[in-house]
C-alpha cells in the first residue's frame, strides 16, 4: 500500500475540536440554565425548587468536581443578567437554584406579601433561642382579622397559596419559615422587615384610640 | 437639719460625719414609710402588673394616667435597700418607659384605610425581597429528569406567522349569517355564469371570488353542477346532463386571489 502525501488527513485540526468542544459546553450550559429554573412537586407534595446535585450528577456524568466547574462557569455567565446560582439544604439533599440579585416584584400579590411581612415580623420578634423558629396563627389573626384589614377566609386563603407555594410551613397552629422565605428574604433583610414593620403594626385601630385618650 | 456650725465642726471628725449621716438618711426614711418598705413596695408591685397587663393587651394608658402613676413612686429610690426591691423598681420604669414608646410609635402611625395599609405594608416587604427564578411559573408534577427526551426544537419559520393568521381571520364568513335563500340565488347565479364553459385551472381564481370558489367546490361535491376535470382544464356541464359514467375521482386546489365579502340580506 502506497502513501499518498496529498491525501486528507483522517485527523481533525485541533482548533476545530476546540470550537466544537466550546460549542457543546454553552449547548450543556442552556440546558443547565433551563433545569436550574424548574420546580416540581415531589410525591410528599413538597416543593422542590431547582435540581438536586445528584441527579445533575447522574445526568451529566460527571463528579463532583466537574460539577462544581461547570456550575461556576455558568455562575460566571449569569451574574452580568443579574442572576444568582444558589445552593441551599433540604433535608439530606443538596440543591441548586437561580435567584435574582436585586429587589424585583415576585410572583405574589400585593396582600400575599403583606402576609408574609407579618409572618416575618412576629418571627423575627419572638425567642431566637428557640428551634425551630415558629409563631401560632393566633398572632398574626390579631394583626390582620381583628383590627379588619383581612376576611378570616381570606387569610386563610392566602395562608394555603403561600404553603402551596413554599414561602411557609404550616402545622395545626402553628406556621413555620418554609425554604422559599429564607432563599429570598435573608437574615438581614427579613430584620429590615421587622424594624420597618413597628410603625404597621403598632397599636389598636383609630376608633379604639379615639375611645381611649 | 445640721447647721453651719455643726458642719464645719465635724469636718475635723470624720467618723462622727458618718454618724451623723446615717442619722440624716434613717430620718429620712422614717419620714417617708412610718410602716417600713411595705407599703411603697406593694404600690409598685400593683403598678408594674398594671402595665405589663396592658402592654400584653396592646392597650393604651394615657399620658395623664401615667404621670399620676410615675410621681407617686418617684420617691421609692430613696428609702428601697434590698435588691429585690429596687429590681422591681427598675422593673417599674421599664414598662412605664416600653408603654411610653408604645404609645408614641401608635400616635405616629398614618390612620390607613386597610387596602392602604395592605399596600403600603406589602411595598415594605416587595422591595427587599430577592425572588428566585422560573422560566415556567407552574410546577410539573414530574422532576425533569423522569421526561422522555424532546425532539430538535421546532423552527418558528415552519409555524403560521401572525399575518397569515390575520388574513385568514379577515376573510372568514359566517355562514350563518347568509340565509338559505339567498343561498339559493347565489347558487343559481353561479350556475348561469359558469354553464357550458371551459376553464384552464389557473385562470379560475382570476374569475372567481374566495366565497364564490367556495361554493363551486360544494356545488361539485353535491353534483348541482357536473363537471369533467381534464389534466389542466375543468368543463362545467348544463345541469340536466349527466357527466359519463367513467368519470375518475379528481381533486383540484385552487389558491383564491380575490378576496370580498359575501353579499348578504
Known amino acids: 500500500m502506497t502513501t499518498d502525501p496529498n491525501a486528507p488527513n483522517d485527523v481533525p485540526d485541533p482548533s476545530d475540536v476546540k470550537e466544537e468542544e466550546e460549542f457543546e459546553e454553552r449547548h450543556l450550559l442552556g440546558q443547565l440554565f433551563a433545569a436550574l429554573t424548574a420546580r416540581y412537586r415531589n410525591e410528599e407534595g413538597q416543593l422542590n425548587i431547582g435540581v438536586k446535585r445528584q441527579d445533575l450528577q447522574e445526568a451529566l456524568h460527571i463528579n463532583k468536581t466537574g460539577l462544581t466547574r461547570l456550575l461556576d462557569l ?128 403598632a397599636g389598636a385601630t383609630a376608633t379604639q384610640e379615639g375611645d381611649k385618650l | 437639719m445640721l447647721s453651719n456650725e455643726t458642719s464645719t465642726y465635724l469636718r475635723a471628725f470624720p467618723r462622727r460625719k458618718a454618724w451623723y449621716e446615717t442619722f440624716q438618711h434613717n430620718y429620712k426614711r422614717n419620714r417617708l414609710t412610718p410602716f417600713g418598705t411595705k407599703r411603697i413596695t406593694i404600690t409598685l408591685w400593683n403598678l408594674t402588673k398594671k402595665y405589663e397587663g396592658a402592654l400584653k393587651q396592646k392597650d393604651i394608658i394615657p399620658v395623664k394616667e401615667a404621670e399620676i402613676d410615675r410621681e407617686e413612686v418617684a420617691d421609692a429610690y430613696r428609702i428601697l435597700e434590698t435588691p429585690w426591691e429596687r429590681n422591681l423598681d427598675g422593673r417599674f420604669y421599664h414598662t412605664l418607659a416600653t408603654m411610653q414608646h408604645h404609645r408614641d410609635s401608635h400616635l405616629a402611625a398614618p390612620e390607613l384605610a386597610p387596602e392602604e395599609w395592605i399596600i403600603h405594608f406589602a411595598e415594605e416587604v416587595k422591595r427587599r425581597a430577592t425572588p428566585l427564578m422560573f422560566l415556567v411559573n407552574r410546577e410539573r408534577s414530574v422532576p425533569h429528569f423522569s421526561l422522555p427526551d424532546t425532539d430538535n426544537p421546532v423552527t418558528m419559520s415552519e409555524a403560521p406567522t401572525r399575518d397569515d393568521q390575520q388574513a385568514m381571520k379577515q376573510h372568514q364568513v359566517p355562514f350563518s349569517e347568509v340565509s338559505i335563500d339567498s343561498l339559493d340565488t347565489l347558487r343559481n347565479t353561479l350556475h348561469k355564469r359558469l354553464q357550458g364553459k371551459r376553464f384552464k385551472y389557473s385562470e379560475l381564481s382570476d374569475h372567481l371570488t374566495n366565497w364564490e370558489l367556495d361554493l363551486l367546490s360544494q356545488m361539485i361535491r353535491d353534483n348541482i353542477i357536473p363537471a369533467l376535470f381534464d389534466k389542466n382544464s375543468v368543463k362545467f356541464l348544463s345541469k340536466h346532463k349527466e357527466p359519463s359514467a367513467n368519470a375518475t375521482f379528481a381533486a383540484v386546489a385552487i389558491e383564491a386571489k380575490k378576496y370580498a365579502e359575501v353579499r348578504r340580506r
Open chain 1, 74 to 201: 455558568l455562575r460566571q455567565e449569569i451574574a452580568p443578567l443579574g442572576l444568582e446560582l444558589v445552593e441551599y439544604r433540604l433535608g439530606r439533599d443538596t440543591l441548586y437554584c437561580i435567584r435574582t440579585l436585586y429587589g424585583v416584584p415576585g410572583e405574589l400579590s400585593d396582600p400575599e406579601y403583606a402576609v408574609l411581612g407579618v409572618i416575618i415580623a412576629t418571627i423575627e420578634r419572638a425567642s431566637k433561642t428557640k428551634r425551630p423558629r415558629r409563631i401560632a396563627t393566633k398572632d398574626i389573626e390579631t394583626v390582620l382579622v381583628a383590627r379588619g384589614r383581612l376576611s378570616r377566609y381570606q387569610l386563610d386563603r392566602i395562608l394555603r397559596r403561600l404553603v402551596e407555594l413554599g414561602y411557609i410551613t404550616r402545622t395545626a397552629r402553628r406556621i413555620t419559615y418554609g425554604p422559599r422565605l429564607e432563599l429570598e428574604f435573608d437574615a438581614e433583610r427579613r430584620e429590615a422587615i421587622a424594624n420597618a414593620s413597628t410603625i404597621y403594626l
